[in-house]
């Protein structure tokens, strides 16, 4: 995995970007609103490392409400799917939103991490978009189609070719499947594993890709125009739902609290469901 681009801002930062939707964020550092709330500055600052898209823009949604309950939100940006669990465990944040429930899990069995689900917020449909090819039906034999290479989302992909009759898993594979599982592939498809953030960037070289629906938003793909999604009623909603995670033992710190009953608001569900169009999905 290539090194990651890490951007540290204010919600301020973020939330200018988002003017078009009259979101508003808070300054950085502790105001004396916030000093009166918890004692301390230190005590008043949520810092969260998150994807730029969707999580950062859903977090700055938030900032205004966090700042009416005495807490400044520090959102800390990252483009890769690691750093932000490893600044996690070592302290540096006191959340991240990034990542679905089953690659944290992954995650803290491979690594030996102590992060938990504070609260789940959103899901967002894994797509297979088209590359030099349009549709299911005019993939030619040995055609290529390019899939996350990190665990969870692979095999999150290769069920969706599944799903879409394009090939067979093992039986009992699941959520762990890689190409080995790959038990029938009548088009003799060609598998290329590509790090997640890099899709987007590879679609017009493959005939298709499967795409998590933060990159192809980052993108510019909309859900809309996939050739394939998953649904959002069914299993992979579940074991795909984006969380707040913490480090264990701070997910019942008046901070995180805050955080989480900001984000399980009726007024980010709105945000999501108004910005998104279908993207993303509120879980809550």
């Known amino acids: 995995m290539k090194h990651s681009i890490v951007k540290k801002l204010g919600v301020v930062a973020v939330a200018g970007a988002l ?38 823009q859903i977090l700055a949604a ?47 069995a491979e690594n030996g991490t102590h992060l938990v689900d504070a609260a789940g917020i959103h899901f967002e449909p894994f797509g297979l978009y088209a590359g030099k090819t349009a549709s299911i039906d005019a993939l030619a034999d040995g055609a ?10 692979e095999a999150r992909a290769l069920l969706l070719l599944e799903q879409e009759g394009l090939i067979k898993l093992k039986e009992g594979a699941g959520l762990s499947a890689t190409v080995v599982d790959i038990a029938e592939n009548p088009k003799n498809l060609n598998i290329q594993e590509v790090e997640a953030a890099q899709l987007p960037r590879v679609l017009n070289d493959v005939d298709m890709a499967a795409i998590n629906g933060n990159y192809a938003l980052e993108a510019g793909l909309s859900v809309a125009d ?30 995180i609290k805050a955080l989480v009953k900001a984000l399980q608001s009726d007024a980010v569900k709105a945000y999501i469901d ?9 879980l809550f």
Do not use: R, W
């Open 144 to 153: 290529t189609i390019a899939v996350p290479n990190d665990t969870t989302n």
């Open 62 to 108: 938030v900032s205004d409400q966090l700042a009416e309950d005495g807490y400044t939100l520090n959102v800390v940006e990252y483009n890769d799917y690691v750093l932000p669990n490893t600044a996690l465990e070592s302290g540096e944040l006191d959340a991240n939103y990034f990542q679905h429930i089953t690659y944290l899990n992954d995650f803290n």
């Open 274 to 282: 108004d910005t998104y169009n279908g993207a993303v999905v509120a």
């Open 226 to 255: 996939a050739i394939a999604t998953e649904s959002d009623e069914g299993e992979a909603a579940k074991a795909y739902m984006n969380v707040i995670a913490v480090k264990e033992g701070t997910e019942d710190s008046d901070k």
């Open 19 to 56: 003017a078009a939707f009259g979101l508003a964020g808070c300054t950085s550092g502790g105001g004396s609103s916030a000093s009166s709330a918890a004692g301390t500055t230190e005590d008043t600052v949520i810092t969260v490392g998150a994807s730029p898209t969707p999580h950062a």
